[in-house]
């Protein structure tokens, strides 16, 4: 199981998080269900990520510097919130002084963690998921939104920028690493905010949130990159049952790039190929049918 937990703050126009004082915490058990624990568990609240986002929103508050752990046992506080925020409060029934039956729910209690109630249930609704474009160069090079990626710009900033008229005729011809390629990873909101700045941070850091996104959500190879990426699949998979390393695999595919193997390399995606047209969006037609399939 991964648990993301982040500090809540107040969200005051104009003032930084150092000027603002910690309200409470958020607690994220795997990709939807969410805890909010505020006024030192006053207030719970649970429910499905995106509405648990929206809450805070509307509230005036936000999330921020998500602490990410793995276990396979929840610690006594978040076992607490896990099934406060699952089961609400257990509910018993009772008759009262005249013989009315009556249902009451009572404060949980686990492992002296104290008296917590839960103050509202918001329900679940699976996160929206949205196409996020990552391309690979040996390490991260880029990360964006599809409707960035699509744009017929041709140039590159940053993590955040640079069109498919840059970035897909510069990564069939391999890249910096001679070994590259690209994916799209289907993302709420949340993740892709966590790996845009885990991406920024230190590798250790950065490991963990990629570990997380890439272990929990739905991912595939930019259309013009499955042939590549099936056989690079394909090779890791004779590698683990020959107890191979993987460097013997990105050392053959370099090489099956410098030859334009055509298992690997499609010319008419290259700038040789005349693959850039300045002004012409990409067709993401593809990309988004592949979205469907996991909603």
């Known amino acids: 199981m991964h648990i993301i937990t982040w500090k809540i703050y107040e969200n005051v126009e104009g003032l930084s998080p150092e000027n603002v004082d910690e309200i409470g915490d958020a607690t994220l058990f795997d990709t939807n269900l969410m805890v909010l624990s505020i006024n030192g568990g006053k207030t719970v609240i649970s429910g499905g990520q995106d509405g648990m986002n929206k ?4 509230n005036d508050m936000k999330i921020l510097y998500p602490t990410i752990t793995t276990t396979e046992k929840p610690n006594d506080r978040q076992e607490a919130l896990l099934r406060l925020g699952l089961t609400g409060q257990p509910k018993h029934k009772i008759q009262d002084d005249e013989g009315n039956n009556l249902t009451i729910s009572i404060p949980w209690s686990i492992n002296h963690q104290g008296l917590m109630e839960l103050s509202r249930f918001v329900g679940f609704v699976k996160p929206e998921l949205k196409p996020w474009v990552i391309v690979v160069d040996g390490d991260v090079a880029a990360f964006m939104h599809i409707s960035d990626f699509k744009k017929p710009h041709y140039g590159v900033t940053d993590y955040e920028g640079g069109g498919h008229n840059f970035w897909i005729p510069f990564m069939m011809s391999g890249g910096r690493s001679h070994g590259g390629y690209i994916m799209v990873l289907y993302l709420p909101d949340l993740q892709a905010k966590m790996l845009l700045k885990g991406l920024k941070e230190k590798d250790e850091e950065k490991t963990k949130v990629f570990r997380y996104i890439m272990a ?3 991912k595939a190879p930019l259309p013009e990159f499955k042939d590549r990426m099936d056989w690079m699949h394909k090779k890791q998979e004779e590698l683990d049952e020959s107890d191979g390393e993987s460097s013997t695999m ?9 030859r334009k193997d055509p298992s690997v390399y499609d010319n008419k995606h290259t700038l040789d190929g005349g693959y850039v047209v300045e002004g012409q969006e990409y067709d993401d037609t593809e990309v988004f049918k592949i979205l469907e399939m996991h909603k």
């Open 250 to 258: 990105f050392n053959e595919l370099q090489s099956l790039i410098r």
């Open 55 to 58: 809450w805070l929103e509307r």
């Open 216 to 218: 929990n959500f739905p």
